[in-house]
């Protein structure tokens, strides 16, 4: 099995909503977001040395004491063998969490059977999405599996990193509007932090009305 693991995580309360899971985070993602929390992630050409046998060697001494395992990232969808390493954690009795932008529409509607909730990112409002990921027609991929988690039977997240160098009230709006005549029915908001080795800054966010003003639409949680 190979699978390009960067860390892990072996205890969260928070990365799989009201389940105590560890998080497996892989190297590699096509994006080049403004705002990466992981940028270590980011290049495929980075080898690391933690294998999927020592992954599964942790999971066995964990079996009744996590309830989940997530994939996150970088982008998970890279990994060509997650769908292989998905089952495997499933059999063992694990629930599937998914981070994910949906860049990769094949693989993820591939794996999408087998998860059991997905973190979903939106960056921005689709035609002006590489304003936040860098990289042309990124959009693209996003929104045909978008489409499919919402016409899924998978519980899911969306959510969105508000970066207001970029992202404007009305791209909110707009956004808003989107997920709302999609069926969406919640949306989470994320403050974004800019992290670096010598200080982390805080983004300004949303103002209580421009929160409102999001919420005439859809129903919002901040994080």
């Known amino acids: 099995m190979c699978i390009n693991i960067a860390a892990i995580l072996r205890f969260s309360l928070l990365d799989y909503p009201d389940k105590i899971s560890a998080v497996l985070f892989t190297q590699g993602c096509p ?4 705002y990466c929390h992981n940028p270590d992630f980011q290049s495929t050409n980075v ?21 989940g395992v997530v994939f996150s990232g970088g982008e998970p969808l890279l990994q060509t063998n ?8 499933k059999d063992m009795g694990f629930l599937i ?5 949906g860049v990769i529409y094949n693989n993820f509607i591939k794996v999408l059977p087998l998860v059991n909730w997905v973190g979903f990112d939106v960056k921005q409002i689709f035609n002006k ?3 936040i990921t860098q990289i ?27 970066d207001t160098r970029y992202i404007s009230q009305k791209d909110m709006v707009n956004i808003a509007k989107y997920l709302n005549s999609n ?16 200080e982390n800054i ?20 901040v994080r």
């Open 47 to 67: 080898v690391n040395n933690i294998s999927f046998d020592n992954v599964i060697q942790f999971l066995n001494t964990r079996i009744e004491l996590l309830e």
């Open 183 to 198: 069926n969406v029915k919640e949306w989470t908001l994320q403050k974004c932090i800019l992290r670096s080795k010598e």
């Open 129 to 131: 999405y590489s304003d």
């Open 82 to 89: 997650l769908y292989d390493a998905m089952k495997i954690v």
């Open 31 to 34: 994006l080049r977001c403004v």
């Open 202 to 221: 805080n983004v300004p966010f949303l103002s209580d009305d421009n929160i409102s003003e999001l919420a005439q639409y859809i129903n919002i949680n």
């Open 136 to 162: 042309n027609n990124s959009e693209i991929q996003v929104m045909k599996s978008l489409d499919a988690l919402i016409n899924s039977n998978v519980k899911y997240e969306i959510r969105t990193t508000v």
């Open 97 to 101: 969490g998914l981070h994910t932008s």
